[in-house]
């Protein structure tokens, strides 16, 4: 059966207070920008819900547009008929037996908006409830862990009823948090960084280091498409792509001890600092997961942040690699991410990286690289910016100056 309209349900927005009204709209903008491609939905909005009718569009296509809506919690498709007692049994009735197997248990909650409703909300679970028993023999009531939940809501002017509720991207609408700037690297945990920067309201636009010709064209690809599943969520993302080559070469030239990842990687946030700063963007969001590599542990990661003064945000920080790639699953980067196209941080490793650089001593062998300063304004200046959109298709985009 094909739902005639969805319950969306707007969760943590409900709960800021003062600023819920500024939440709210900002998540039905994005609601129905998602869901542009059909313009016959009608919503109604309510207190941390929107009903949406969506008369004979596919649901299918709703759903999956849907659940890349940051803010929603959940949603339900539903079906809405008239207050009338024997409309609403026969309508639970067919839903009920137009599941692929009729379950062993159910139970029957009403919601009871319409107090004018001449049955109250015991009466209606038993009046409900004992008529979809008479014709299923075989079921059974379990109020307490039933396999299938018959939802009812009298309303004003109409019956809803729904059984599923299905799980939304959560968090906080596109923007409503700022606007950051990803380092997006080729791997698994970058992307997967960047989806829930998005998903506590951030805008973001990315940043990405490619040393041509020692990573390859099909690597700066890989970035690119990771860069437009993540867009999915936003509609479009700018990405950087830093030439990185000349920086990474004369540090190598002169330095190829045990320190060479950690100033590699300070040289990296200096650059992407300069371009958040120049974008008015107001902090970095990174991958890193806490020891999983040596430029990961804490000395580390207090070393290559204190080269930069803007906010470092890094939310896969306390996530072991298996939760990191399930979420990478989730929003479909892992197979991008897994493509044997290496970027720039794997080139030029030492045997021994250090895995506890004092800071006092990566500064004073920095000191001593005055080509760096440069270098890395040229790196700024020959950065290449596209827009990645979710609908395009040529890897070219759109290329701005």
């Known amino acids: ?58 649901y299918d296509q709703i759903s999956s547009s849907l659940n890349k809506v940051f803010g929603l919690t959940s949603y339900s498709p539903a079906f809405h008929v008239p207050l009338e007692l024997e409309v609403i049994r026969e309508q639970a009735l067919g839903m009920m037996q137009a599941l692929p197997q009729i379950p062993k248990t159910f139970k029957v909650s ?64 596109h923007g409503s948090s700022g606007k950051a700037l990803l380092l997006l690297s080729g791997g698994i945990d970058s992307p997967v960084a960047g989806w829930l920067a998005m998903r506590k309201g951030l805008e973001l ?64 946030y200096r650059i992407a600092e300069k371009v958040a700063q120049r974008e008015e963007l107001l902090a970095l969001v990174t991958g890193e997961s806490l020891g999983q590599v040596a430029s990961q542990t804490l000395p580390s990661l207090n070393a290559i942040g204190r080269s930069v003064t803007l906010p470092i945000l890094q939310p896969v ?22 493509l044997p196209y290496e970027d720039c941080c794997t080139l030029f490793l030492p045997d021994n990286p250090s895995t506890n650089p004092n800071l006092r001593v990566v500064e004073k062998v920095e000191e001593q690289m005055d080509f760096l300063p440069q270098l890395e304004a040229e790196a700024i200046r020959l950065t290449e910016t596209i827009v990645i959109r979710i609908d395009d298709k040529d890897e070219a985009d759109e290329h701005l100056f």
């Open 1 to 58: 059966m094909n739902p005639d309209c969805l319950i969306l349900r707007l969760g943590e927005l409900t709960l800021k207070g003062r600023n819920r009204g500024r939440f709210e709209k900002s998540v039905m903008a994005q609601i129905r920008k998602s869901l542009a491609a059909f313009p016959d939905l009608r919503y109604k909005q309510e207190f941390g819900r929107v009903y949406v009718e969506i008369g004979g569009a596919p």
């Open 110 to 173: 009403v919601r009871r908006v319409n107090k004018d409703f001449p049955y109250d909300t015991q009466q209606m679970n038993y009046l409900v409830g004992g008529y979809v028993l008479q014709a299923c023999p075989g079921l059974k009531v379990d109020v307490h862990q039933p396999e299938v939940e018959l939802r009812i809501e009298l309303r004003e002017q109409q019956a809803l009823l729904y059984m599923q509720v299905i799980d939304g991207a959560g968090g906080f609408p």
């Open 205 to 268: 636009e990315a940043i990405h280091f490619h040393s041509y010709p020692y990573t390859s064209e099909r690597a700066k690809q890989k970035v690119i498409d990771l860069t437009r599943k993540l867009s999915a969520y936003t509609n479009s993302i700018k990405l950087h792509l830093v030439p990185f080559t000349e920086v990474q070469t004369s540090i190598h030239g002169v330095y190829k001890d045990n320190l060479l990842v950690t100033i590699m990687r300070r040289a990296m």
């Open 317 to 338: 920080m306390m996530l072991d690699k298996k939760e990191i790639v399930r979420l990478a699953r989730q929003i479909e980067t892992f197979e991008i991410s897994n």
